[in-house]
């Protein structure tokens, strides 16, 4: 493991723009549950029949109960050492950008300037007429919120199933990864799309994929290397071995 992580660390530190691309796996060290594995109260609805349009419409009172569990998990958490290793990386120049699929903020917490969020922000909500945007500083305490304005319902300001990613973070996020010789993928299955394409688009114009995952994954074959274990400690012997580096 020491020497690939060498390996890698010299293929980061030279290349021309590298990006980091993360999923859910890396903000499971920080106490928030995988997307599918809610657990507890929650383990007779499936993420699925929660997370649609159809779901909110049916029945709201029960989506924002779901939503209000899941941030009060958020707003316990904070960012773990792989969250502050990308952003550590940034401001050393290494790493231009982080793309990632997690609603959780984390990213920004943990000080990254450049993070491009796929799927939204759980700490954001939006009315559903009028297009209010709120930014929550702890949970709702109104199941389900009302827009201030004109009290139409609020929902989590997140892509559901079925709906498209946002277009600008979709553009931007396909802007980096094609501008990208080398990614880093950590914590994502790769099986969630479109999102999933991000690594594909690095890989299809000859740069490199690194994964940094617990297990194999849907990325794991289109992979240069791969770095097996937790996130938090992998990447902070990547940083240690790229800060000595960069910095002597």
């Known amino acids: 493991m020491q020497n690939i992580l060498k390996d890698v660390a010299k293929m980061i530190i030279g290349s021309r723009y590298c990006i980091a691309f993360t999923g859910a796996g890396i903000s499971a060290e920080s ?26 419409t049916r029945n709201p009172k029960l989506v924002w109960e779901w939503y209000k569990w899941r941030l009060e998990l958020v707003f316990k958490a904070k960012p773990n050492p792989a969250h502050k290793v990308l952003a550590r990386l940034e401001e050393l120049g290494v790493i231009k950008c982080v793309i990632t699929q997690n609603v959780d903020g984390l990213h920004r917490e943990a000080g990254s300037k450049c993070v491009v969020e796929l799927h939204g922000n759980i700490r954001r909500a939006r ?16 199941i389900p919120p009302r827009c201030p304005q ?15 990613l946002p277009e600008n973070e979709w553009r931007k996020a ?30 299809e114009r000859g740069g490199v994929v690194i994964e940094v995952n617990v297990q194999d994954t849907a990325i794991t074959n289109i992979a240069d290397y791969v770095l097996r274990g937790k996130a938090g400690k992998i990447m902070v012997k990547l940083y240690e071995l790229i800060k000595r580096e960069v910095t002597s």
């Not at 009315?127 to 109104?142: L, N, R």
């Not at 004109?150 to 498209?164: A, H, M, Q, T, Y």
């Not at 990208?180 to 690594?199: E, K, L, N, Q, R």
């Open 127 to 142: 009315c559903i007429k009028c297009g209010y945007t709120i930014t929550w500083d702890k949970p709702p305490e109104e």
């Open 150 to 164: 004109c009290r139409s319902l609020l929902r989590p300001d997140v892509v559901w199933f079925g709906e498209p």
């Open 31 to 56: 106490g928030i549950p995988t997307f599918r594995g809610a657990g507890g109260l929650w383990e007779k609805y499936k993420p699925e029949e929660l997370a649609t349009p159809e779901a909110f």
């Open 174 to 203: 396909v802007e980096h990864a094609s501008k990208a010789d080398v990614i880093i993928v950590i914590g994502t299955s790769g099986v969630v799309y479109p999102a999933a394409m991000i690594p594909y688009i690095v890989k």
